[in-house]
Protein backbone atom coordinates (compact mmCIF):
# COMPACT_ATOMS: atom_id res chain seq x y z
CA UNK A 1 0.00 0.00 0.00
CA UNK A 2 1.02 3.41 -0.47
CA UNK A 3 1.58 5.93 2.03
CA UNK A 4 -1.29 7.84 3.05
CA UNK A 5 -2.59 11.02 0.70
CA UNK A 6 -3.41 14.27 1.99
CA UNK A 7 -6.75 12.54 2.13
CA UNK A 8 -6.05 9.93 4.12
CA UNK A 9 -6.32 7.63 1.19
CA UNK A 10 -4.02 4.61 0.59
CA UNK A 11 -3.66 2.99 -2.57
CA UNK A 12 -2.26 -0.32 -3.32
CA UNK A 13 1.11 -0.75 -5.40
CA UNK A 14 -0.60 -1.82 -8.33
CA UNK A 15 1.85 -4.92 -9.84
CA UNK A 16 0.65 -6.93 -12.59
CA UNK A 17 0.30 -10.08 -10.09
CA UNK A 18 -2.05 -8.13 -7.89
CA UNK A 19 -4.00 -6.74 -11.17
CA UNK A 20 -4.39 -10.12 -12.74
CA UNK A 21 -5.23 -12.02 -8.80
CA UNK A 22 -7.74 -9.00 -8.34
CA UNK A 23 -9.60 -9.36 -11.59
CA UNK A 24 -9.88 -12.90 -11.07
CA UNK A 25 -11.19 -12.55 -7.57
CA UNK A 26 -13.44 -9.59 -8.92
CA UNK A 27 -14.88 -12.25 -11.52
CA UNK A 28 -15.54 -14.70 -8.91
CA UNK A 29 -17.46 -12.12 -6.73
CA UNK A 30 -19.73 -11.12 -10.06
CA UNK A 31 -20.92 -14.48 -10.34
CA UNK A 32 -22.15 -14.91 -6.77
CA UNK A 33 -24.56 -12.12 -7.77
CA UNK A 34 -27.97 -13.72 -9.20
CA UNK A 35 -28.42 -14.03 -12.77
CA UNK A 36 -31.65 -11.21 -11.71
CA UNK A 37 -29.74 -9.05 -10.73
CA UNK A 38 -26.91 -9.02 -13.74
CA UNK A 39 -27.91 -6.68 -16.16
CA UNK A 40 -24.10 -6.89 -17.82
CA UNK A 41 -25.00 -10.68 -18.82
CA UNK A 42 -27.14 -9.97 -21.86
CA UNK A 43 -25.06 -6.78 -23.20
CA UNK A 44 -22.94 -6.74 -25.61
CA UNK A 45 -19.15 -5.73 -25.61
CA UNK A 46 -18.15 -2.66 -25.31
CA UNK A 47 -15.34 -0.99 -25.24
CA UNK A 48 -15.40 0.93 -21.88
CA UNK A 49 -15.62 -2.02 -19.98
CA UNK A 50 -12.74 -1.39 -17.78
CA UNK A 51 -13.33 -3.44 -14.76
CA UNK A 52 -9.74 -2.25 -13.67
CA UNK A 53 -11.46 1.04 -13.13
CA UNK A 54 -14.29 -0.28 -10.79
CA UNK A 55 -11.85 -2.03 -8.84
CA UNK A 56 -9.58 1.00 -8.02
CA UNK A 57 -12.97 3.02 -7.26
CA UNK A 58 -13.22 0.37 -4.16
CA UNK A 59 -9.59 0.24 -3.47
CA UNK A 60 -9.52 -3.08 -5.17
CA UNK A 61 -11.98 -4.49 -2.61
CA UNK A 62 -13.76 -7.35 -5.21
CA UNK A 63 -17.06 -7.60 -3.85
CA UNK A 64 -17.35 -3.72 -3.69
CA UNK A 65 -16.02 -3.60 -6.78
CA UNK A 66 -18.47 -6.45 -8.16
CA UNK A 67 -21.50 -4.56 -7.11
CA UNK A 68 -20.33 -0.95 -8.45
CA UNK A 69 -19.62 -2.86 -11.31
CA UNK A 70 -23.73 -4.41 -11.82
CA UNK A 71 -25.42 -1.12 -10.28
CA UNK A 72 -23.66 0.84 -13.15
CA UNK A 73 -24.19 -1.55 -15.99
CA UNK A 74 -28.08 -1.32 -14.47
CA UNK A 75 -28.11 2.36 -14.80
CA UNK A 76 -26.11 2.83 -17.71
CA UNK A 77 -28.81 0.09 -19.96
CA UNK A 78 -31.42 2.45 -18.61
CA UNK A 79 -29.82 5.48 -20.09
CA UNK A 80 -28.16 4.27 -22.91
CA UNK A 81 -29.48 1.48 -25.59
CA UNK A 82 -27.61 -1.43 -27.32
CA UNK A 83 -27.30 0.96 -29.93
CA UNK A 84 -25.65 3.91 -27.99
CA UNK A 85 -22.29 4.38 -26.79
CA UNK A 86 -21.47 6.45 -24.08
CA UNK A 87 -17.93 7.00 -25.38
CA UNK A 88 -18.76 8.17 -28.92
CA UNK A 89 -19.43 12.27 -28.91
CA UNK A 90 -21.63 11.72 -31.51
CA UNK A 91 -24.30 10.00 -29.71
CA UNK A 92 -25.30 12.90 -27.35
CA UNK A 93 -27.39 15.67 -28.01
CA UNK A 94 -24.38 18.56 -29.20
CA UNK A 95 -26.02 20.98 -27.39
CA UNK A 96 -26.17 19.32 -24.16
CA UNK A 97 -22.48 19.13 -24.78
CA UNK A 98 -21.90 22.75 -25.60
CA UNK A 99 -24.12 24.44 -23.23
CA UNK A 100 -20.89 24.79 -20.87
CA UNK A 101 -23.05 23.52 -18.11
CA UNK A 102 -20.31 21.21 -17.11
CA UNK A 103 -16.95 21.77 -17.55
CA UNK A 104 -14.10 19.42 -16.51
CA UNK A 105 -10.67 20.35 -15.46
CA UNK A 106 -7.86 17.63 -15.01
CA UNK A 107 -4.92 16.99 -12.48
CA UNK A 108 -4.61 20.46 -10.51
CA UNK A 109 -2.06 20.98 -7.94
CA UNK A 110 -3.31 18.99 -5.84
CA UNK A 111 -3.98 16.09 -8.24
CA UNK A 112 -7.38 16.01 -8.42
CA UNK A 113 -9.80 16.37 -11.05
CA UNK A 114 -12.87 18.75 -11.01
CA UNK A 115 -16.34 19.26 -12.51
CA UNK A 116 -17.46 22.80 -12.82
CA UNK A 117 -21.36 22.72 -13.18
CA UNK A 118 -22.82 26.14 -13.72
CA UNK A 119 -26.25 26.16 -14.17
CA UNK A 120 -27.10 29.65 -15.55
CA UNK A 121 -25.91 28.04 -18.24
CA UNK A 122 -28.78 25.53 -18.71
CA UNK A 123 -32.18 26.23 -20.89
CA UNK A 124 -34.72 23.88 -19.93
CA UNK A 125 -36.24 24.77 -23.37
CA UNK A 126 -32.72 23.41 -25.32
CA UNK A 127 -32.68 20.24 -24.13
CA UNK A 128 -34.72 16.97 -22.38
CA UNK A 129 -33.68 16.10 -19.07
CA UNK A 130 -32.58 12.27 -20.50
CA UNK A 131 -30.43 13.61 -22.75
CA UNK A 132 -28.33 16.30 -20.16
CA UNK A 133 -28.19 13.36 -17.81
CA UNK A 134 -26.52 11.58 -20.75
CA UNK A 135 -24.15 14.03 -21.10
CA UNK A 136 -23.07 14.14 -17.48
CA UNK A 137 -22.58 10.62 -17.97
CA UNK A 138 -20.65 11.06 -20.65
CA UNK A 139 -18.16 13.96 -19.26
CA UNK A 140 -17.55 12.18 -16.00
CA UNK A 141 -17.01 8.99 -18.59
CA UNK A 142 -14.06 10.84 -20.10
CA UNK A 143 -12.77 12.51 -17.10
CA UNK A 144 -12.74 8.45 -15.53
CA UNK A 145 -11.09 6.84 -18.63
CA UNK A 146 -8.89 9.81 -19.34
CA UNK A 147 -7.26 9.72 -15.88
CA UNK A 148 -6.17 6.81 -13.27
CA UNK A 149 -6.02 9.16 -10.37
CA UNK A 150 -9.92 10.39 -11.20
CA UNK A 151 -10.49 6.24 -10.88
CA UNK A 152 -8.53 6.08 -7.63
CA UNK A 153 -9.83 9.38 -5.91
CA UNK A 154 -12.95 10.43 -7.83
CA UNK A 155 -14.37 13.50 -9.53
CA UNK A 156 -15.03 16.35 -7.08
CA UNK A 157 -18.11 18.35 -8.40
CA UNK A 158 -18.24 21.97 -7.60
CA UNK A 159 -21.25 23.76 -8.51
CA UNK A 160 -21.34 27.77 -9.06
CA UNK A 161 -25.12 29.26 -8.37
CA UNK A 162 -23.51 33.04 -8.66
CA UNK A 163 -25.48 33.61 -11.62
CA UNK A 164 -28.36 31.52 -11.58
CA UNK A 165 -31.69 32.44 -12.33
CA UNK A 166 -35.30 30.85 -11.42
CA UNK A 167 -35.53 30.17 -15.54
CA UNK A 168 -32.37 28.04 -15.09
CA UNK A 169 -32.99 26.03 -12.17
CA UNK A 170 -33.95 22.43 -13.18
CA UNK A 171 -34.47 20.15 -10.11
CA UNK A 172 -35.55 17.02 -11.51
CA UNK A 173 -32.13 17.22 -13.01
Given amino acids: MTDPDEYGQRHPIESEELIAYKLNEFCTELDKI ?17 RLMFLR ?5 AQKAAVRYVN ?5 SE ?14 DPVCLSLGFINVVHATTSGRTYAFMDPSKL ?19 QALLQDVNVQKQGLVVLEFPKHVKSRNVDLSL
Fill in 79 to 92: LFKDDESIISKETH
Fill in 72 to 76: YWKKR
Fill in 34 to 50: PDNEVAIRSRKPDPTDD
Fill in 123 to 141: DKKLYTKKNMVKAAWYFAH
Fill in 57 to 61: AEVFD
